[in-house]
């Protein structure tokens, strides 16, 4: 299933939504980039290659098998009742996303899970290149937690499936330096996580990190009041404080990082 759906459906849709995000990136530029876009390409890329690996051999045949497993012991959200399967499809669908927002908060809350965390919030810029910029700790850790979301909604393989591809590609597209018409950027906003509000979560003032945690839906940071979308991109500054010097941020630094003494010291808030 993972290789008719993920590998040849999937990942090809993926490829194309990122060569597209790239290139409008290029053409309407949101914010001024610091780095050269060459250099943070290849850092970002080669970074993202353990992680790569650990998504399509670890990571998702985890959360399938953990899916097919539940359609024998029907434990789960889904089995309690018998509705439609677009319908149970659907419910499960938006589940996993509500699980996504609260595996995110907890990166940030949780120091051991920060370390991990902080690799993707380190890059002095943010563009398409940045949605790749995982550690791979950070996967192993989601397979835990984002395997117990599986199991508690009762999501079948065919849905977590899908929920995975959408999930990367809302992860590029929000990561993307890509300048949207506002008026179509906050329409969008209403249903999901757009360029601009993801871009105040990359600030490096610590009350705008502590916001906009959604993935693909925008309305669990509107449920839990962790919205904020009134910061000018050109007053962002991306990244995180204590770590700003780009020269020092190549890949061997980023994957050694989380076994590194954290440094401390992100601005509180706006002066
Ligand atoms: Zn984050």
């Not at 590194?260 to 010291?265: D, H, V, Y």
Request: charged share 15%; net charge positive; glycine share 4%.
């Amino acid at each position: 299933m993972i290789h008719a759906i993920f590998d040849k459906i999937g990942a090809p849709a993926l490829t194309v939504i990122f060569v597209l995000l790239f290139l409008l990136e290029t053409k309407f530029r949101l914010r001024k980039r610091i780095q050269n876009r060459w250099r943070r390409i290849i850092v970002n890329l080669l970074a993202s290659i353990p992680s790569f690996g650990l998504l399509r051999f670890i990571f998702l045949p985890a959360m399938v098998w953990l899916a097919y497993k539940n359609e024998t012991i029907h434990v789960g959200l889904n089995y309690l009742y018998a509705l439609p399967s677009f319908i149970e499809a659907a419910i499960a669908f938006v589940l996993l996303d509500y699980g996504n927002y609260l595996w995110h908060v907890l990166n940030h809350k949780i120091p051991l899970l920060w370390r991990f965390h902080l690799v993707h919030h380190t890059d002095p810029d943010l563009d398409i290149t940045t949605a790749f910029r995982f550690h791979f700790g950070e996967m192993i850790g989601s397979v835990f937690f984002r395997g117990a979301v599986v199991f508690l909604t009762g999501a079948t393989p065919l849905t977590v499936l899908i929920y995975e591809i959408v999930f990367e590609a809302a992860t590029q597209f929000h990561h993307s330096n890509w300048k949207l018409l506002i008026q179509l950027e906050k329409a969008l906003n209403k249903i999901f996580v757009t360029p601009r509000m993801h871009g105040i979560h990359h600030s490096v003032v610590q009350q705008e990190t502590d916001s906009n945690y959604s993935v693909i839906f925008s309305c669990w940071d509107r449920l839990h009041k962790t919205m904020r979308l009134n910061v000018k991109q050109d007053d962002i500054t991306i990244g995180v404080a204590p770590y700003n010097n780009p020269a020092e941020l190549t890949m061997g630094y980023l994957l050694k990082l989380p076994f590194t003494k954290i440094r401390k010291g992100k601005p509180t808030a706006r002066p």
